[in-house]
């Protein structure tokens, strides 16, 4: 090989620590390779199903109708000023972009570390792709809410047009927490398992079903530093509060470029530890 087909090559440096801007100039960069794995990937998991992409909405609505049948009725939870299933859907449909997001970007690592080895196509391509496909399942789940939202009353204020501003916020904040879960996961398998069991705990600390209001002093204070929440409070503001929180809405910029930032230098971090298994 002569010195200048080597110079011409694309050389990755393992070692250097990315910006955070890298998440979205490589996904710009290589744009069209991530708009084939956001098709490749929505073709795959719904190939041979009745329902195809509509089963992106079955999971978020079933569960949120058992919550509502059974905290309005049993435990007669009551929001006021927002009908209880509009509450309770709003919820379901956060808490279940973030597990399934955290997790397919981790699995997308996991999975494509035969790639990263072979081909030069950063990684952070691979979780962008996944949490894309993520975001569209977002989107869907969120025109239901919108017109739950209108058969019961609760209108659809200005706001929403804010929506995509923090869902790319949130998209940036699941990916770093992906790449993280997934660095980890390349070298112990536990991490996936692991982070399974911490989603579900952080689901039971974030008010889905219940008013953050019925919680003592100390529990609220906990509920209020756990990142989805502020997620979610800008999420009911925008959806149909017809407000802007400027608390939550300056904590979710702030967890986006925490998170990407912990995701890109964990991630690299992880290559120059296990360079031939990343």
Not at 126 to 149: E, R
Not at 171 to 176: E, Y
Not at 190 to 218: E, N
């Amino acid at each position: 090989m002569s010195a200048v087909q080597a110079r011409s090559e694309p050389v990755y440096d393992s070692a250097r620590r990315l910006p955070v801007t890298a998440l979205w100039r490589d996904g710009w960069r290589h744009r069209e390779l991530l708009g084939l794995l956001v098709q490749r990937e929505l073709a795959a998991r719904y190939r041979g199903t009745l329902l195809g992409i509509g089963w992106a909405l079955v999971t978020p609505l079933a569960f949120a109708a058992v919550l509502w049948a059974t905290f309005s009725h049993v435990a007669r939870f009551t929001v006021e000023g927002t009908p209880y299933v509009v509450y309770v859907l709003s919820g379901t449909i956060l808490l279940t972009f973030v597990s399934t997001g955290v997790l397919a970007v981790a699995g997308a690592i996991v999975s494509n570390t035969v790639v990263f080895r072979r081909v030069f196509v950063p990684a952070t391509t691979f979780a962008l792709a996944a949490v894309s496909v993520a975001v569209v399942s977002l989107a869907l789940s969120t025109v239901v809410l919108l017109a739950a939202q209108l058969a019961t009353g609760a209108g659809i204020p200005w706001t929403v047009l804010l929506l995509p501003v923090l869902f790319a916020l949130l998209a940036a904040a699941v990916t770093g927490a992906g790449l993280v879960v997934g660095a980890l996961a390349t070298r112990f398998a536990d991490a996936l398992h692991a982070t399974q069991m911490l989603v579900a705990l952080l689901g039971i600390a974030t008010p889905v079903f219940y008013p953050v209001s019925i919680l003592p002093g100390w529990a609220q204070t906990l509920v209020k530093l756990n990142p989805v929440y502020q997620f979610l409070v800008a999420f009911r503001s925008f959806a149909y509060g017809g407000t802007v929180p400027l608390g939550a809405s300056v904590a979710c910029v702030v967890i986006a470029l925490a998170a990407s930032s912990a995701g890109l230098a964990v991630y690299t971090r992880a290559r120059v530890l296990l360079p031939t298994t990343l």
